[in-house]
Structures are given as C-alpha cells and as structure tokens.
C-alpha cells in the first residue's frame, strides 16, 4: 500500500497521466474518480489473487451466498476505509486541490436491490471478507437497478435507472467463466446398457451467463472476497446457428433482445401482477449459473461427492433462489451420475434458507403450469421431492390429510417456494427474534413441528464500517478518543461508553457532532431542494421502503394532527420540528403512491404556511438510496420505525439510526424488541399494539376502525381533511381512497387504533428532547447498546451454527 502521502500523490498523479492521458489540472472530477478508482483496483488485486489461490490450496470450505438483491450503495469510501487509507487519500487529494467527499459523489449508487433483503446482502459480504471469513455473494448484474424516482407536482414518477452509464469501474468481466443455461424444451429418457434411466434435454433455448466479478475488501485484512454478478447474453453457438439460418437481422436482434431481457431489470418487491414469468427465469438463470459454477470449482478440488457438503455451503436469501435445491439435484443426478438419496443427502446438507417475512402476500408460489413449460426437468425434480415429502409425511401422521395438504410442495396447481426452501434445506432462520418465534408458533407451525431442529434465529445487523465509521467519521474518531480502538474489530465494546455516561463534556462532544451533520444535511437540502429547515429543529425522519405495513401513514396524519393544533392554538409551544421521508412505492403499488402524494401535499402546506414554517417543516427526499441513507442517518434525531406490530420482520434502518445516536420512536416489532431490550425504557419511545394483540385482531376480529373515527374527534377532523374541503384535499377527491381503506376498509394496518398513543409517544419526545442533557444520555445509551448489531455478530452466528466455517488467514 502507500506508505505515504506523497507516495500516494505520485502515484495519483501519474495514474491520471497514463490511465487518461491528462493532467490534474485538464482531468475532470470524474476522471480524477476513475484514476483514484483505478489505483484501488491495482492495490486490491494482488489481495484478491491470493485470497483466491489460498481457498484453492487450503480446500476452504466456501459460502455462496445466493441473493437476487444486493444493495452495494458506492465503494469507493467503502474500499479506501477497509484498505486503511481513506484519511491518507483525503489528505493526499486536499494538497492537489481535490475534495474525496467530491470524487465519491461521481460513483452511481448501484441501486440492486428493493431494500432491507438487498442491503442486508450487502452488509453480510462486508462482513464476510472482515471476518476473513470465505463467502462470496452470487447476483444479479441488472442493466437496470431500482427506478429513479422523481417528484413531479407532488406524485412520484419512475425513470429508468441506468446505473452503467457510467461505467462501474469496480467489476471485472470474465467471459472465460461463462455458463449455459437451459428454458423450455422438453425432457425424455432412455435406458442404458445397466438398465438406468438417463434424463435428456431437447429443444431448448440456451443462454449464456456471463460473470461480471467485483472484489469485496474485508477491513484491515488481506481478505479479498467476490461479489458475482451474472448477466444474460446469447451464447456463441447460437448466434452462429442463427446467423446461418436466419437470412434476416431483424429476427437476430428480437432473439438477442429476448435473451437479454433476463437480466435487464429488477422486479420491485411487491410485484404480485402478471408478467411474472420473466422473474422466474431470472431466478433460475440466477441458481442455474451459479450452481454449474460451484460445481465446477468443486470439481477442480477432485474429492468425492460425498465432501461436497464439507466443501460448499449454498445460502439462499428468501425463497428467490430456491431452484438451487432441484438444480443441485439435477446436476447430481443427470450430469454426475449419483442416486437420488445421495444427491438428496448432499443437497440438503449444503443448502440453508433465510426467511424475511411472514407477509402471505410475499411468499412467493409459481403457477404449476409455467414452471413445469420453462423448466421442464426442473419441475419433475421439485414433483418428485414433494411426492417422497408427502409419503413421508403419511408415515408419521398417517390419515391426516389436512396437515399433509397444508405442507406438500406443490398443491392447489403452485409450487410453494417457501415449502421446497424448508423441505430440501438444514437450516431455517427467522431474521430477529420475534420474527423467528412468530415463524415457529404460526406461519410456519407445522414445519417447526415436523423438523424442530432446522428453525433457529439470526438476528439480523449491519456493518459498523459504512453505516458509522465512514458514514458518520466525527462520531467514529470521537468513540476512538472515548474508549479505544478496539471497538472497531470488537463492536461489543462500544459499550464501554457507558462509562462516559456522567462526562458533561463528552455528552456535549455527541451533541456537537449531532448538530454539525444536522447543519450539513440542512445545507444539501437547501440545495438540492431549497427548502430551509432549522438545524435546531428535533429531526424526526422516517426513510423506507413505502408500505402499508410500514405506516408512513399513520406518520403523516400525525403532522397534520400537529399542523391543526398549530393552525388552532397559535401559540402553543411546539419544539420545533423537521420530519423527514424517503420512499420508494413500488409503480404497481396504488395505495403507496397515494401516500407519497399525500406527503407531499402536506409538505406543501405546511412548508408554505407562515402560520406554521418557524415550527414545523416537511423534507420529501426524493430518490431514497444508500448515499441518502448516509447522509440522513447521521444527521438524526429521531428514528421513525412504527409498522404494525408482527409485520417487519426486522428491520436494520432501526439499527443503523441508533448506532448514530438517534432515539427510536416504534413499535415492538422486528428488531425494535430487542432494542428496547438493550436500551430500556427510558430510551427508547414504543407504543401500540402488540404483536400478539394484532395476531389476535387478525384471527378473531373484533377490530372496528369505523367506531374509534366516530369517537376521536382528532381521528375525524384529521381523516375528514382528506375528503372535505381543507388545506390537504382542496376540495378534490384524490385521497378519498386513503380515506375509505381507514374508515370503510376497517383499517388494515391499524392506523387507526395506534394512533392516540402515538401521538403521546410523539409528545414525550418533544418534551424530553428540551432537556438537553438527558437527551444527549439516551443517544449515548443508543450508541453504547448498538454494537449488537454489528453485522459481524450476526455474520458470526451464521458461520459458526448454520455454514459450519471458520476464520482463515490469507497469506500475503
Ligand atoms: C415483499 C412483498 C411482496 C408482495 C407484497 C408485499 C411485500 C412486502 C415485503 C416484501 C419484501 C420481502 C422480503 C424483504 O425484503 N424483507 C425484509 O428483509 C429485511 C432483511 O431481513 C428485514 O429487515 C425487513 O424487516 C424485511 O421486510
């Protein structure tokens, strides 16, 4: 690495001279980017090759960790931060007359993923390569990322996100490792000279998946692991074939086009509408070229079939991957020669499963009918483990046909993906405790009955490196100079800031810090959206995925509630406020775009009202994405994360606000309880529902919106607004729909029902946070709790129960 500063400005100086052919003062900012990127490339690579060729010589036991999401956000900081040398490069850059926050900004944020699953993907191979730990995420490389999202008069609009356009300087393309994979067709078989049947493939489409290969940098190590991302093209043979055949070029570039439309785009996460046939195939385009690729690299090992399982372990994040149990099976079986109960034992053995919610409407099931047309042997493989399932199932509960209905793979013309995930793995873990328990004493009751010992918890985290020491610098080096270093290797230790707890001078350092990254997100704001909000103000934000259950709603009818009483007491004492959202609603997905409306509109209201603007602002960042996450989070008071009680099943925004220092305001849902659980109840907010209570509601009913709208005079002046005439609707009828699903739709989400305590929950933060020091306590208490969620102690728990790995050491 550069021993330097100097050495580190030569070196820069004479990349942008030969890499572009300029010089600092002709190169742009952007490539000023490349060349910087560039160097961290060549100082990586040395550190990738030998983390390779040690995996290859030590027999590594090796996780693949199968996920159609990946939310990387940018890697430049990222990698600089894990290589050691960020503070070097700054300083290095700050003598040639160039800023490092400026250069990051030049990165796209590759959007490739929805949201929690995806960044959680990403947080884990962090942590994977800082752990020194062998695991390398198998992807997607969409050509398209999450839309762009815009705001126009107040309505979201989608545009493509074209994150390539740019070119993403960190991947590299390895055309030699390309795959084929195979839709469509039909199958038959013949016997051989011993009698076995041999399954063969005809009339197929065959596409070539092509490797694009990005270096995941572990922290302060010499670990360097790989993110594989897969991207369709046509393969070789074909297009000879047809340009042989096909005297027109037209119909070459429909085909081309065709192959290619596999990895164009990522599916939004609430996509229950049709069409739904191109996310299969890239599901198995996916699992297919990922496990053909395991397999060979297994095969280069020359050990027995019987090691595969001491060899590899294959993680499938959500049932999205699921196709790896029959497609290991296939390959065994069809390609390997190996019997069934030994390809059976293998494939179980390897593969574990991670379960991310227990929504019915997200558990994934495809029609029997396009599974078995677009992956004809794919599917007899999936009958026929549902058939031996099923008849196992009979021995132990014979003449229960209820229960075996209930849990066979296929049934009703579907085949459950969530049932296969269970039935052909070892593991399956829930994704923070509550989750886990509701998995086991509800949605999955009769799996956990039938195989007890796969279920376990792993409560989920995220890495300490992005979300503080980078995203939040000042709070990382004021945590240093409290208690040490170690914390950074050991998060745990960050609870030695406890001790801290009666040091005046320390609480007013976090308060500093606070309202210096309040000031610069006021700044960008002003900026980008010349809206002027007071950094004095209690920053309330509520970033997320847009969901019902997620109730940016019930959020956004209590600033109205507040707007009212300002409007009705003009001088009440308010603390000031700034709330914050970021949202993306999926396009198909009405009823969140309504929300995002609805916010906007009271953004509009209020922002301009002179009655109201010195005490209470509304930011809708629009585009939300990891960089915004990083900007945001730090700058926090007061983390929003208030879904229905039962229905998140973790969440890790929550964890990330809290390592920042902000106050969570929530539910006891997801992670939320076992926050609560470290901090106490002095800091954090929680009210509403219980889960139990809401699981209640759902099953016995006894839930009438429609009678507390009639009783709450604040619910039905507030709920009215949005249908009479008023501020919000001016008369039009553009939120009647939000209305009618509160008061006619008896309130799915119980908005409703939580919403008095909330807003007293709301009112003690207002009061509490004027009292400046014990405020400053609880967002030092937050910070102290946090190191919990580190991602390295979920990451830990991971290899240790589930992938059976350990820590190795990669020689230089
Ligand atoms: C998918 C769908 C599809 C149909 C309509 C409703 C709906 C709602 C949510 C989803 C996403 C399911 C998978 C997912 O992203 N789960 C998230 O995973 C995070 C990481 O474990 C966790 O923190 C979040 O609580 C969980 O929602």
């Known amino acids: 690495m550069f021993s330097d500063k100097e050495e580190f400005k030569q070196a820069f100086t004479s990349k942008i001279e030969t890499e572009l052919g300029k010089t600092i003062e002709t190169a742009t900012e952007f490539d000023s980017y490349r060349a910087l990127g560039a160097l961290v490339k060549d100082r990586i690579s040395e550190n990738w090759l030998n983390t390779e060729r040690y995996y290859k010589e030590n027999k590594t036991k090796q996780v693949y960790y199968f996920s159609m999401e990946f939310l990387m956000g940018r890697l430049l900081g990222n990698n600089l931060l894990n290589m050691e040398i960020l503070s070097l490069v700054d300083e290095g850059l700050k003598d040639l007359g160039l800023s490092l926050s400026e250069l990051e900004e030049e990165e796209n944020d590759p959007g490739l993923g929805n949201g929690g699953l995806g960044r959680l993907a990403a947080c884990f191979l962090d942590s994977l390569a800082s752990l020194e730990l062998a695991g390398h995420g198998y992807g997607m490389r969409y050509k398209y990322g999450m839309f762009d999202q815009r705001i126009i008069d107040g309505e979201q609009v989608e545009l493509p996100d074209y994150w390539l356009s740019k070119d993403f300087i960190w991947e590299v393309r390895r055309p030699e490792d390309s795959i084929d994979v195979k839709f469509g067709g039909y199958v ?47 393969t070789a043979e074909d297009t000879l074939a047809r340009a042989e055949n096909e005297k027109e070029f037209g119909h070459f570039l429909n085909h081309k086009r065709s192959l290619e439309s596999i990895s164009e785009f990522l599916y939004p ?32 090992l020359e050990l027995p079939w019987s090691s595969f399982p001491d060899q590899v372990a294959l993680h499938i994040n959500d049932t999205h991957p699921a196709l790896v149990i029959p497609e290991l099976m296939r ?13 059976w034992d293998i494939t179980q053995s390897s593969v574990s499963y991670t379960n991310h919610t227990t929504l019915s409407e997200a558990l994934e099931s495809w029609p029997v009918e396009m599974v078995r047309s677009l992956l004809p042997r794919i599917f007899m493989i999936i009958d026929e483990i549902n058939e031996r399932f099923c008849q196992e199932l009979w021995r132990t509960y014979p003449g229960d046909f209820d229960r075996i209905a209930d849990l066979a793979i296929v049934a009703d013309g579907q085949v459950k993906m969530a049932h296969l995930s269970i039935v052909g793995s070892h593991s399956v873990n829930g994704v923070a405790r509550l989750h886990t328990e509701i998995l086991k004493k509800r949605e999955m009751k009769r799996f956990y009955d039938t195989f007890p010992e796969r279920f376990n918890n792993k409560t989920n985290g995220i890495t300490h490196r992005r979300w503080l020491m980078h995203a ?11 208690i040490g270093d170690k914390w950074i290797e050991q998060p745990k230790l960050l609870n030695n800031l406890l001790d801290k707890k009666d040091d005046l001078a320390f609480l007013d350092r976090l308060d500093d810090i606070k309202q210096k990254n309040k000031r610069d997100l006021a700044d960008w704001v002003h900026q980008t959206q010349g809206i002027a909000v007071d950094p004095n103000s209690i920053f309330d934000v509520h970033i997320k995925r847009l969901h019902g259950y997620k109730r940016q709603l019930l959020n956004a009818l209590h600033i109205m509630h507040l707007y009212n009483e300002l409007k009705s007491h003009p001088t009440m004492d308010m603390v000031p406020r ?30 301009n009202d002179p009655d109201v603007n010195d005490k209470m602002k509304v930011v809708f960042l629009p585009n939300y994405s990891v960089s915004i996450a990083e900007r945001v989070i730090p700058a926090s008071n007061v983390s929003e994360q208030i879904s229905t009680a039962s229905k998140e099943a973790s969440g890790t925004g929550n964890m990330k606000f809290m390592m920042n220092g902000a106050v969570t305001v929530g539910t006891m849902d997801g992670a939320n309880v076992e926050i609560h659980e470290l901090v106490g109840d002095d800091n954090i907010y929680t009210f509403g529902l219980s889960s139990d209570e809401v699981l209640e509601y759902y099953r016995n009913g006894g839930y009438s919106s429609k009678q507390i ?29 939000i209305y ?19 807003i007293l929950a709301q009112k003690r933060i207002s009061q509490d946070f004027e009292k400046k020091r014990q405020w400053n306590l609880k967002s030092l208490i937050n910070i102290a709790q946090s190191g919990k969620f580190s991602s390295d102690r979920t990451i830990q728990e991971y290899a240790s129960d589930i992938w059976k790995i350990q820590k190795v050491r990669t020689l230089k």
């Open 188 to 234: 038959y078989s013949d016997k051989d000279a011993n009698g076995k049947l041999n399954f063969k493939y005809k009339d197929y489409e065959q596409v070539s998946a092509v490797p694009y290969d990005v270096p995941v940098v572990g922290y302060n190590n010499e670990t360097v692991n790989t993110l594989r991302l897969w991207s369709a093209e046509p």
């Open 331 to 343: 390959i065994l079986m069809d390609e390997k020669g190996i019997g069934w109960e030994e390809a």
């Open 269 to 300: 996460d609430d996509s229950n509408e049709e069409g739904k046939r191109l996310r299969l195939k890239q599901e198995y385009f996916l699992v297919s070229a990922g496990v053909q690729s395991v397999v060979r690299s297994f095969e280069a």
């Open 709 to 737: 709208y009639d009783q709450d005079e604040r619910v039905r002046h507030t709920l009215d607004q949005l249908i009479h005439y008023s501020p919000f609707s001016k008369g039009e009828t553009q939120f009647q729909d």
């Open 740 to 758: 009618d699903a509160l008061v006619h739709h008896n309130d799915e989400y119980f908005v409703l029902k939580d919403f008095a305590d909330y």
């Open 472 to 482: 939040n610098q000042p709070l990382a080096s004021a945590i240093t100079e409290a």
């Open 578 to 607: 700034t709330f914050f959202f970021g949202a993306k609603a999926a396009s198909s997905y009405y009823f969140a775009k309504k929300v995002i409306q609805l916010i906007n509109r009271i953004a509009h209201v209020i922002n």
